[in-house]
């Protein structure tokens, strides 16, 4: 090569953040907000459902609910703030510590969906207040939001109604009167009354059941859940089998479908406790020791025929559509099987990252997202090496993610998110997609067993709480080890601007007179965010070394820095090869 030849390449290496400190809800409530101030220090919902037959026909929508929440304040606010919505739920009468209150202490706003109660007196902080709301609501029929009822043909013909759930990220307020937002952490005894002949499912399992009119109707007491985020809750209410797996490592494990689908749960059953060992030894924390010390936490699998999600991480009850859950080896794919197999790994690693540790906002929904979309290929590594699913990942998550990056309304991983538009705006490849590739990036660059380490002890600092990108970046950040990756700056400098700005660096290569240089520029074209600058690692493998599966960084480019020179080629046929497999480890 003696002419100079310029070549550029996308860097679909992607490293990770360092965030600013996350402003979240402030003590006070402020008019037109949709947010919960900060006062609460602990929260717990008794709820009541009780939905009658008449749902479960062709025109029925009403049930009755009653919440008690038993809540303690950091501080004293004005008002107690939670969210519930007009549409949906209508209420009755609102009792706080026992005394009734007048219907001009409370108020619902149809637009911010909250409900402002005035209380009483003024109230002490760190003190139990109890607020007992009744309420009438409405199961929606017109989308697959909040708890919805829907149907399909059974195995006799008819029709088969049914209620579902799903929840995130801000419907609950639709079910019940609530703290609406994912860092409330809470926890949830529920009763719910329904049809006798039907299968009642909640996160936890049954503690207690009544029968009503000779086994017409039937309450079920549920064991309590642990404190966990209000968007994983979950409830079912369907005419469906449940098939339980024998002799696991994870004794209550099930898989639940219409009963014409019985022949089809076995792939589910047989690869579903595989998979929650596998991540209790990636993170080091057992799943049965999900709901705190009591016997090993049970999971239902549910096979929806009519759901929003492939799949959702309610915990202890992941939900997904059929087409997504079960595997009919007679009729299904191979490819089927693949997509079967990774909607497990994706939702089952939310118990851990989403569930067990949560955002603190949805501005930061990579913390969850970006977890469940890397789990669903590299969570499969053991179980199907044959599958080779990073060569899976590069082309259907990483390029997905270089093409929603480079349009010009691409958003930072962590970005504002204040309206429930700026919400809905998160569920996007960049949450999903990008996340998962930085994280890719930052395991190779400080290593597998590194990568590994860090998160086992984000895990267990942070389990049952809430978290921001600077906690993750702190965990990950003391397993950096500089001689092994030879990282320019510390660990979070490296990762800012991954995290917190748009885009990402094309790398441009010149090679004049065989040495080869690189410099980087954004993939967006204009304004500030086209100005941003990274740090890259980089990889690259010669025609002298032919190392291309090495994704150690032997170099990083920085944001100050122009043209380093990366090799000096030997001329000849020599050639280079940079960003080894796509990957970028150090
Ligand atoms: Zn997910």
């Known amino acids: 090569m003696s002419e100079t030849n310029t070549f550029s390449m996308d860097m679909s290496i992607w490293i990770f953040v360092i965030a600013t400190i996350f402003v979240g809800s402030s003590a006070t409530y402020t008019k037109g907000s949709s947010r919960i101030p900060d006062v609460y220090e602990a929260i717990t919902y008794n709820l009541d459902l009780n939905f009658p037959e008449d749902v479960f026909t062709d025109n029925g929508r009403r049930f009755s609910g009653k919440v008690m929440i038993t809540l303690k304040l950091k501080e004293v606010p004005d008002h107690i703030i939670l969210h519930a919505d007009k549409n949906y ?18 108020e619902v706003d149809i637009e911010t969906q909250v409900l402002k109660i005035k209380t009483p007196y003024s109230l002490e902080p760190h003190l139990n207040h109890h607020i007992l709301i009744n309420y009438e609501g409405l199961v929606e029929d017109n989308d697959l939001f909040g708890l919805y009822k829907s149907s399909y043909t059974d195995e006799n013909g008819n029709k088969s109604y049914f209620l579902a759930s799903q929840f995130p990220p801000f419907y609950a307020r639709r079910v019940f009167p609530c703290f609406d937002e994912p860092s409330f952490k809470s926890v949830f005894y529920v009763t719910i009354q329904g049809p006798g002949k039907m299968q009642i499912l909640f996160n936890t399992d049954k503690h207690s059941e009544e029968d009503v009119d000779y086994g017409r109707s039937k309450i079920i007491h549920f064991e309590p859940t642990e404190k966990i985020p209000l968007y994983t809750l979950g409830f079912q209410i369907l005419d469906f089998n449940c098939t339980k797996t024998e002799g696991t490592q994870i004794p209550q494990f099930r898989v639940c479908s219409r009963k014409t689908t019985d022949s089809t749960r076995n792939f589910t ?21 999900m709901m705190g010390n009591k016997n090993c936490y049970k999971m239902d699998v549910v096979a929806i025929p009519d759901y929003f999600s492939g799949g959702l991480e309610n915990w202890g009850m992941v ?3 059929e087409t997504d859950i079960l595997y009919d080896p007679k009729l299904s794919s191979e490819k089927n099987k693949q997509r079967v197999a990774q909607t497990l790994a994706h939702e089952f690693s939310h118990q851990w990252f989403g569930n067990l540790v949560t955002m603190k906002w949805w501005s930061e929904l990579y913390l969850s997202e970006g977890f469940g979309t890397y789990f669903e290929y590299f969570g499969l590594e053991e179980l199907f090496p044959d599958w080779k699913m990073e060569t899976h990942f590069v082309t259907e998550q990483m390029h997905n993610a270089l093409q929603e990056d480079a349009s010009e309304s691409t958003l930072a991983l962590k970005s504002i998110s204040d309206t429930r538009d700026d919400i809905v705006a998160k569920f996007s490849p960049i949450s999903y997609s990008k996340g998962a590739a930085v994280l890719r990036m930052v395991r190779y660059f400080l290593g597998s067993q590194r990568f590994r380490a860090g998160l086992r002890s984000y895990i267990q600092k942070y389990k049952y709480s809430s978290v921001t990108s600077k906690d993750l970046m702190q965990a990950l950040g003391a397993e950096m080890d500089k ?18 700005e ?15 240089t690189i410099s980087q520029k954004s993939c967006l074209s204009s304004g500030e965010k086209a100005k941003v600058k990274w740090y890259v690692p980089i990889t690259y493998t010669t025609s002298q070394d032919k190392n291309e599966f090495d994704t150690k960084p032997r170099l990083w480019l920085t944001p100050n820095e122009y043209y380093p020179t ?21």
């Open 89 to 106: 739920i209508t209420i009755q009468n609102i009792t706080f510590n026992d005394l009734a209150l007048p219907q001009d202490y409370y």
């Open 269 to 289: 059953l047989d690869i579903g406790p595989k998979l929650l060992g596998y991540y209790s030894n990636f993170t080091d924390y057992d799943y049965c020791n």
């Open 319 to 321: 939900s997904g559509r």
């Open 483 to 500: 001689k092994f990756c030879i990282a320019p700056a510390d660990f979070q400098t490296v990762m800012e601007n991954w995290i917190n």
């Open 502 to 516: 748009p885009g990402y660096p094309i790398i441009n290569v010149k090679l004049p007179e065989d040495l080869v």
């Open 566 to 586: 990366v090799a000096k080629l030997p001329g000849g046929n020599s050639w280079i090869i940079l960003n080894n497999n796509q990957i970028g480890e150090c």
